[in-house]
């Protein structure tokens, strides 16, 4: 049975909506095929804006890879703005895909790519719009099966009455894998209904079906135990891990929007996890172990996407780029091929290190000087010993007066609020470092003519990490932090007025803290949210701190918890917390102990230079790292005329 | 393809649109003029603008500016619109289109970007009338359905269909049920007997001269 198109429908309300060229779709490399061709049919949304969505890196490789198989179809969509959503509520009209406008209903699977947690109300308004039940208890064997992926979804719970399945991890093979069950499944005539299915997807022992799991409470609020309900599925659910990057160079075919978006550029990632071990990000942890894509791999991308795309910006991504064992000469060879042509090239890193302006410098050789961002993280060297952000503060000066003398007038500093065991003397120290650094600076260089940004935001604890454990601090406490820098920096006028502040307050923040260590339990109160007209969390103009707080004391009294259990609480060792039954390959005993030693200050290596110090993610993923030098160089092309630009 | 660019420290592709079309109406005639680096074969340019555009975005033609011939900024002074009025009967549309015909001036009332501006819609109406003609640029399907034709003459501030759909409203009060959906037909020099001339034929001696030199 064929799909139609809801277009015609659509058409009509676009007149009346803001910036109605999102929902139009047509982009350079979207695709769109015969509905009747294909047996397995994925509509995968970025739950947030199209302007945010569609750069998303995630959506992109797996909509590609979807569709380079025959017989599958994979289309996207975004959320729609309050302003459409209530139109497309009055008319009838259902959310769709911006591909071929079709109804994500009709569809067998709708994932969803959750790099934030703030993207949970949105999910749900996609659902109401879909005209798909909201609880997957609603669902049957006619609805697609609702499928969570990205960071996010190594802590599922709270969303787990809306979902029926998750996937941990990386993403290329579990879609094929998937693709493959669900076509067995049509092809044999859809055995066991939508039960049968979600148990086969289960029985893969990496993709988490929480309907398959009770969680029984303690008396207290706390977790008991979370146990299958059924004999037939694992106690423990792994994450997935894509090695060899070299042999999965995605995408191919970036996406042009017509629209404009916050990225417009072609982004190449040149490895995938981290084991610096910052205590604080989940992601390091959880993309364990480190696996490089080599330079040849990563030059050969750069050429044929700008070619397919026309974008003139490269973005070489990972989440420590300076860190790639073959970057010096990627930057110095990407660079000398694009010499004369309009293309900049940019390397996100956080490194502290005088190593991070050398491959600035080598980017910007074609004159285009992008700004330089440094993330210390934490103000004080103690609580970098906290949180394992290995750098002095005489380093950090020195290198960022390095970049002053090298020419840059403008350098950004990163840093966090609320970490543990964080005091006002650590977040002061924030004040004392930047005004060294403009002092400094200005003998340097020479000139006044130079400027620093401080930009500071709230520390949220997340599943998978030491600081799974750690108490949130409140937002009063954080907000006062905030301010009391703030007049610190300004207590010198002359520096003052060369620092520049930005901060975020901590409200979002705790709300964060709720939604990414929460349990099932939350998922009510993200209902209630979400039924009061929470949407678009992750923006502030539309994120309304007082909406949750009433959501949560409607709903959570009920379970003997509040939102301060959630945030505010520490844990202890034996806690059983709500992800404990999803194996991110991380033992929770070595993590507990870099917790403990993260409180004594101690901190810990990095096993790409130092021995395995047996975070246990390799023997349990059966992985390994896989780093370079390749040894290979990049070639020289033949000059890029196209892009040209005339002298 | 060589696109040229402007100079500066973030260059952009030298393109300049003549009389774009507003954002939500439909068209068949769109011009633009593209810098390039270096001279191409004009249908090697078609062919590759098309393929890198969206479906629905089709190059028609492309041909090389003549020197001297001006720029196509100057050769446009008039755009020949096709409004669709899904819902409404033609017999009430034609009442609406007398009245303002008959009007000496309609003062409709737009957001620009200098705030809310009120100005007369009717001064640069050169035609406007009913058709019957079968084809809907637009492929709907709709009964009733007015279809009104319309002749703009470019001025400033531009009077654009909705101007003039407001205009409607304002003399007979006429409020279609859901949006109408408009599309440009073409756009040129308006001559004196009421035709379009298409701001390409300037060019189209000379073009066809050129692109049998370059081969
Ligand atoms: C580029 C980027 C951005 C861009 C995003 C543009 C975009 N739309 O994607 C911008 C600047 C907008 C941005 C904003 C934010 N970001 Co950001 N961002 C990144 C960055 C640098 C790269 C992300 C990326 O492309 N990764 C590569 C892709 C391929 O990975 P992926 O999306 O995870 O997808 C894979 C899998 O997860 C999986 N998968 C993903 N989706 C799905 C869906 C299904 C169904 C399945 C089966 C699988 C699956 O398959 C994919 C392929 O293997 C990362 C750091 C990094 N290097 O990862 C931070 C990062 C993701 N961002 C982060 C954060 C916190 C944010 C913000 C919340 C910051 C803020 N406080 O405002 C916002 C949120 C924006 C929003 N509303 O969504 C954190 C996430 C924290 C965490 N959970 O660990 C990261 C990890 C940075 C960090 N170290 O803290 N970000
Ligand atoms: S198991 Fe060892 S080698 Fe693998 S990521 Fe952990 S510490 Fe590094």
Known sequence: MSVSSVFPQLEQLLPRVSKPIQYVGGELGAVVKDWDDTTVRWALMYPDAYEVGLPNQGVQILYEVLNEQEDVLAERTYSVWPDLEAL???NGVPQFTVDAHRPVKAFDVFGLSFATELGYTNMLSALDLAGIPMESADRDVTHPIVLAGGHASFNPEPIADFIDAAVLGDGEEAVLEITGIIRDWKAEGCPGGRDEILLRLARTESIYVPRFYDVDYLPDGRIQRVVPNRPDVPFRVAKRTTMDLDAWPYPKKPLVPLAETVHERYAVEIFRGCTRGCRFCQAGMITRPVRERSITTVGQMVKEGLEFSGYSEVGLLSLSSADHSEIGDMCSGLAEQYADTNVSLSLPSTRVDAFNIDLAQELSRNGRRTGLTFAPEGGSERIRKVINKMVTKEDLIRTVVTAYTNGWRQVKLYFMCGLPSETDEDVLEIAEMAHEVIRAGRAAAGTKDIRCTVSIGGFVPKPHTPFQWAPMERPEVIDARLKMLKNAINSDRSLGRAI??????????????????????????????????????????????????????????????????????????????????????????????????????????????????DCGVCPSMDTEIQIGPTGKKLLPLTPVTNLRVPA | MPIAFSQGFSPHPKISYASAAPTGV???????????????DPAE?????????????????????????????????????????????????????????????????????????????????????????????????????????????QVIPAVRPDDVLSGLRVVAGLEPPVPPRVTRLAQGTLTAQGEIVDPLDADHVGASASESASR
Request: aromatic share 10%.
């Open chain 1, 500 to 613: 520049g502040y930005r901060y975020h307050d901590g409200e979002p923040s705790l709300i964060e803290g709720l939604l990414s260590r929460g349990d099932r339990r939350v998922g009510k109160v993200i209902r209630r949210v979400w039924e009061k007209g929470g949407r678009f969390d992750g923006w502030s103009e539309h994120f309304s701190y007082s909406r949750w707080v009433e959501a949560s004391t409607e709903v959570l009294p009920e379970f003997g918890v509040d939102l301060d259990w959630f945030t505010t609480r520490e844990r202890e060792e034996l806690e059983v917390l709500p992800w404990d039954h999803l194996d991110s390959g991380l033992d929770k005993d070595w993590l507990w102990q870099d917790w403990q030693d993260s409180m004594s200050e101690y901190e810990q290596d990095d096993c790409r230079w130092t021995p395995c110090f």
């Open chain 1, 88 to 90: 497309m509520k009055e």
């Open chain 2, 45 to 153: 340019l078609k062919v590759a603008l098309d393929a890198a555009l969206s479906p629905g975005l089709d190059v028609l033609e492309a041909v090389l500016a003549e020197p001297g011939g001006g720029s196509l900024a100057d050769r446009i002074d008039a755009s020949h619109w096709r409004l669709e009025l899904p819902g409404v009967e033609p017999a009430v549309a034609a009442e609406a289109v007398a009245a303002f015909l008959a009007a000496p001036e309609v003062l409709v009332e737009r957001m620009t970007k200098q705030g809310r501006r009120s100005f007369d819609a009717r001064a640069a109406v050169f035609r406007c009338a009913m058709t019957d003609e079968p084809d809907l640029p637009s492929g709907a399907v709709a009964v009733p359905c007015a279809i009104i034709d319309l002749v703009v003459r």
């Open chain 2, 26 to 40: 439909g068209s068949e005639a769109e011009y633009l003029e593209i810098g390039l680096q270096r001279e191409v």
